[in-house]
């Protein structure tokens, strides 16, 4: 994902056609050119976001939604992942699980509700995967249920960190998902996938 010079010249040509007269010598240019690259490449990119309300049509686990991670976007050790995922519970008393994934692993951070506490509830991820090597990992996972739509205490906050391989040369699928009883479990208003290289 890393942001390079095509040609050591690009001053060189820039300067030939719009000139130099009054401006800056081309070494200056030049360097400029190189900060403006080194600030563009290090710089987050939105690689995804989806803000459609979404809602499980099956009795067993259903991805609410689901992305492909573009392969080589962890392209180097240190480059990282960061996941927003939001969503409510339908305003019934059902059991309902939200679970995240990336490169097929759970990644070990399940929301849970259940019985009446479970209606209308706010549930959020926060993911950020690091990588740790051509094919290792590492995740932070945090989580939070809140006590309903409106308001209130968060009921659940857990966090995790885990180490699921993944071929980073490889295109990633990461998803939310969710269980329970059909079109009474969740709705998920967003999800958010940031690129840091």
Same mark, same amino acid.
């Given at each position: 994902?890393?942001?390079?010079?095509?040609?050591?010249?690009?001053?060189?040509?820039?300067?030939?056609?719009?000139?130099?007269?009054?401006?800056?010598?081309?070494?200056?240019?030049?360097?400029?050119?190189?900060?403006?690259?080194? %600030? =563009?490449? /290090?710089?987050?990119? &939105?690689?995804?976001?989806?803000? @459609?309300?979404?809602?499980? *049509?099956? $009795?067993?686990?259903?991805?609410?939604?689901?992305?492909?991670?573009?392969?080589?976007?962890?392209?180097?050790?240190?480059?990282?992942?960061?996941?927003?995922?939001?969503?409510?519970?339908?305003?019934?008393?059902?059991?309902?699980?939200?679970?995240?994934?990336?490169?097929?692993?759970?990644?070990?951070?399940?929301?849970?509700?259940?019985?009446?506490?479970?209606?209308?509830?706010? %549930? =959020?991820? /926060?993911?950020?995967? &690091?990588?740790?090597?051509?094919? @290792?990992?590492?995740?932070? *996972?945090? $989580?939070?249920?809140?006590?309903?739509?409106?308001?209130?205490?968060?009921?659940?906050?857990?966090?995790?960190?885990?180490?699921?391989?993944?071929?980073?040369?490889?295109?990633?699928?990461?998803?939310?998902?969710?269980?329970?009883?059909?079109?009474?479990?969740?709705?998920?208003?967003?999800?958010?996938?940031?690129?840091?290289?």
């Amino acid at each position: 994902m890393g942001l390079v010079r095509l040609t050591p010249t690009l001053s060189q040509l820039i300067i030939r056609q719009i000139g130099d007269v009054g401006g800056p010598r081309a070494d200056q240019v030049s360097a400029e050119l190189d900060n403006i690259i080194a %600030w =563009a490449k /290090d710089a987050p990119r &939105v690689i995804h976001r989806n803000f @459609t309300a979404v809602g499980n *049509v099956l $009795t067993g686990e259903d991805d609410l939604m689901t992305f492909s991670v573009p392969a080589n976007t962890l392209a180097t050790n240190g480059d990282y992942l960061e996941i927003f995922a939001r969503g409510n519970f339908a305003n019934n008393a059902n059991t309902k699980t939200v679970r995240v994934y990336y490169a097929g692993v759970d990644l070990g951070a399940t929301i849970t509700a259940t019985g009446a506490s479970a209606q209308s509830q706010v %549930w =959020a991820y /926060d993911v950020v995967i &690091v990588r740790t090597g051509a094919t @290792t990992t590492k995740t932070f *996972v945090t $989580t939070w249920l809140s006590s309903n739509a409106a308001a209130g205490p968060n009921t659940q906050e857990f966090s995790r960190i885990s180490t699921p391989a993944a071929t980073h040369a490889n295109a990633h699928a990461n998803s939310t998902r969710v269980s329970g009883p059909a079109q009474s479990t969740s709705a998920a208003p967003g999800i958010a996938l940031n690129a840091r290289p």
